[in-house]
């Protein structure tokens, strides 16, 4: 079980449902060499995969191509179903910074055979949780921008404008499927730049008007 405590709001939260929207950005859908969703592709990590800022990244000896995706992330304040787009923003109660870490090599083989890909997504560490703002902070989380370091060399650098399904259109797409229940977690999916890392590689990820987060890649 994992929980969240939001500086600037009194309630902690219990992690549910971390659900994660693939190739969200346009120019990360290419550089994948994969086509255009026509739907927004979805799936799902484990809360016992989550780690916060300032903890270890733990490559896996299962891989040879860890990646890391830097993603904008929604915590559902309340629960819902059937949410509209109009009134997406009542079920948000914080935006934050996460890195979703992916192992492409499993990812990429699991695709090609049109198998679920969860064993590239699910590992231990492999969510990893920064700065989170409450939402009365009034930003617009479709219009923020997002950057990405590797040992200081800037690797992603986008704006969440670029997103092809915007915060509100996710939620409600996500809730006319399945219940949004208070404390799930939503990543909205990585602008392009994504690579690999490697063992001792430092990363820090910061999105504008909320905040950090640094993580170490150890054995
Ligand atoms: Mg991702």
Redesign the pocket.
Known sequence: MKKIKIPGLEKEYIVGKIV???K?YLEHAKELGDSIPEKPVIFMKPPSSIIFSGQKIIYPDFTKSLHY?T?LVLLIGQTGKKIKKEKAFEYISAYGVGL?M?LRDWQSELKKFGHPWEIS?CFDTSTVLGDFVPKEKGINPNNLEIKLWVNEELKQHDNTSNMIYSVEKIVEYLSFYFTLEEGDLI?T??PQG?GEVKVEDKLIAEISGIGRLEAVVGS
């Open positions: 994660c929207v693939g969200n995706e993603e979703d992916t997504k990543f999916g990585t994504v």
